[in-house]
């Protein structure tokens, strides 16, 4: 086991192995630890979703620019992540979604989004099995450049492309400890050894507050119990991802034919619970086949859980700590983490190696709970 690097990741989700690989290509040591395997968390039980249709900008910016390297990331990283871009269809459901959704699409048109309002016969355009009645929708947005890509290959390409550069992957290694002395890090204790570093990113999803705590710093995150299924695969009958920000439900069609979804359980809970529950797969298959009929038809395979590692505005925490130098926060993604990791690995490496920004995120500080936060209002499930 390395005993020094200039950089150690905790947490190897998508955002701690993208960010691994954007250090390795800036020419930092880097450690990655993680106390299971590679996507364990959250990453690997994620509804795979890329969406750039945000109520605030700085989400919306962050979507975008993830975007841009979704498209080339199987170039970049030699690999095929399975990134499509099949849209997102947003239901509105009443007058006040309207203008909700009004003021949305203007701020995301004006970062340059092909996002559209669309009214409900486009809606059976755009996906034919979908039932507008039984969404209960006056119309959607719609936004053709949003999509998928498959969070196993994304996380595992990151990995590997970093290991290429020299990073080194700790599996089943847990941080245990932190040691800092006169306001900056010293090391970190894991169950295996001990690697000295100055700089310590926490990358631990649903367990930062824990990772946080090893520093002695609070924050201000919950784990959120979240489940999702999957159906038998079936021959391809849509593209786009469906949403509602009303009902909390959300499915898309995978690449090998699948429709895999989710909606908040109505026993859903804030704690550290895996247990699947019944009346999160009642309630699923009740509302998918009133949002699209012909899905009654088709037989749920599989359903799991996984924790949201959600803040007060719903917004990444991210960038270093005032209070503990060389603590870098990198969590807080309340249920969209893995759409934004690419541009987020690519600002915090940018940080971290002191180049200039190519997006601020000054306002995603930890500081920002100290005073009156902007919600982000555009989340599902
Ligand atoms: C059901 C569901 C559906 C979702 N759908 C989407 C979607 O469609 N689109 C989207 O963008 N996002 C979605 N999300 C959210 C997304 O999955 C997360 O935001 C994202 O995966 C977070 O990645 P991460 O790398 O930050 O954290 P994680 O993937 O949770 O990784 C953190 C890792 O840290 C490790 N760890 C924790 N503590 C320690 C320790 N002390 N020592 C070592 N390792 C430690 C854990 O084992 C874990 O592997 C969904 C989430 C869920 C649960």
Redesign the pocket.
């Known amino acids: 086991m390395n005993d020094k690097a200039d950089v150690v990741i905790?947490?190897?989700?998508?955002?701690?192995c993208a960010l691994a690989y954007e250090l390795s290509k800036r020419d930092k040591s880097v450690v990655v630890?993680?106390?299971?395997h590679i996507?364990?968390?959250?990453?690997g039980?994620?509804?795979?979703?890329?969406r750039q249709q945000w109520s605030t900008k700085e989400n919306a910016l962050l979507a975008k620019k993830s975007v841009e390297i979704f498209e080339q990331l199987n170039e970049e990283l030699d690999a095929d992540i399975d990134f499509r871009q099949g849209g997102y269809l947003i239901a509105i459901h009443d007058e006040e979604d309207m203008k909700q959704a009004k003021k949305n699409v203007e701020m995301q048109r004006s970062i340059g989004l092909p996002v559209r309002i669309i009214d409900r016969d486009e809606i059976k355009e755009i996906i034919p099995i979908l039932d507008p009645d039984g969404m209960e929708a006056i119309g959607a947005t719609f936004c053709p450049t949003d999509g998928h890509a498959d969070?196993f290959k994304t996380a595992y390409a990151y990995a590997m492309a970093a290991m290429k550069r020299g990073t080194k992957f700790y599996k089943f290694?847990?941080?245990k400890k932190i040691k800092t002395r006169n306001g900056g890090i010293e090391s970190v204790v894991t169950d295996r050894g001990e690697i000295k570093t100055n700089i310590v990113v926490n990358?631990?999803?649903?367990?930062s507050r824990?990772?946080a705590k090893m520093a002695g710093l609070e924050i201000p995150n919950k784990p959120v119990r979240?489940?999702?299924l999957v159906t038998e695969p079936i021959k391809r009958i849509f593209d786009a991802m469906v949403i509602s920000f009303k009902h909390g439900i959300?499915f898309s069609q995978m690449s090998h034919g699948q429709v895999l979804g989710?909606i908040p359980s109505p026993e859903e809970k804030v704690g550290y619970y895996t247990e699947p529950t019944f009346s999160f797969l009642q309630h699923m298959a009740y509302m998918l086949g009133k949002y699209a009929p012909i899905l009654k038809q088709v037989n749920i395979m599989r359903q799991w859980t996984?924790?949201?590692?959600v803040t007060p505005d719903a917004l990444p925490i991210l960038g270093e700590d005032a209070r503990l130098k060389g603590f870098i926060h990198?969590?807080g993604?309340s249920?969209?983490?893995?759409?934004?990791?690419p541009m987020v690995a690519k600002l915090l490496a940018q940080l971290i190696t002191g180049e200039k920004l190519d997006l601020p995120i000054d306002r995603l500080n930890i500081d920002r709970f100290k005073g009156k936060v902007i919600k982000e209002k555009s989340v599902v499930?």
């Open positions: 905790i947490g190897g989700g998508i955002n701690g630890v993680e106390k299971k996507a364990a968390g959250a990453t039980r994620c509804g795979a979703g890329v969070p290694t847990e941080a990358a631990a999803g649903a367990w824990q990772v979240k489940e999702a959300y989710g996984g924790f949201y590692d990198c969590h993604f249920g969209h983490g893995f759409m934004i990791a499930g």
